[in-house]
């Protein structure tokens, strides 16, 4: 069993920066694939970001070049820097990782973007 802990969440002014991070715990050997997505009240998850074991990305459009995700293969962490960021992005943001053929996610942890 894959537990995934989410924290770094908070209330940013619009334009601010914020980080989030994800520790896996209960793995053996590598996660193949970690992620961000997040949900808006009344929305449905979406994807916002992923990079497996050997660094490939992949961005939703909507964050292209404000938001970098990156990990810690050594110590089953990943990470989104999230810079430039607008109202819109105001979301439960969720940890994702694929191993061994299946997914597992964390509980959330909210990002508010408001002045």
């Known amino acids: 069993q894959v537990q995934l802990v989410e924290s770094g969440g908070g209330l940013v002014q619009p334009g601010g920066s914020l980080r989030v991070s994800c520790t896996a715990a209960?793995?053996?050997?590598?996660?193949?694939?970690m992620g961000w997505y997040r949900q808006a009240p009344g929305k449905q998850r979406e994807l916002v970001a992923t990079i497996t074991n050997g660094g490939s990305t992949n961005y939703a459009d909507s964050i292209k070049g404000r938001f970098t995700i990156s990990r810690d293969n050594a110590k089953n962490r990943v990470y989104l820097q999230m810079n430039s960021l607008k109202p819109e992005d105001t979301a439960i943001y969720f940890c994702s990782a694929q191993y061994r053929g299946y997914d597992y996610w964390g509980q959330g942890t909210q990002v508010t973007v408001s002045s």
């Open positions: 209960g793995t053996i050997g590598s996660i193949s694939v």
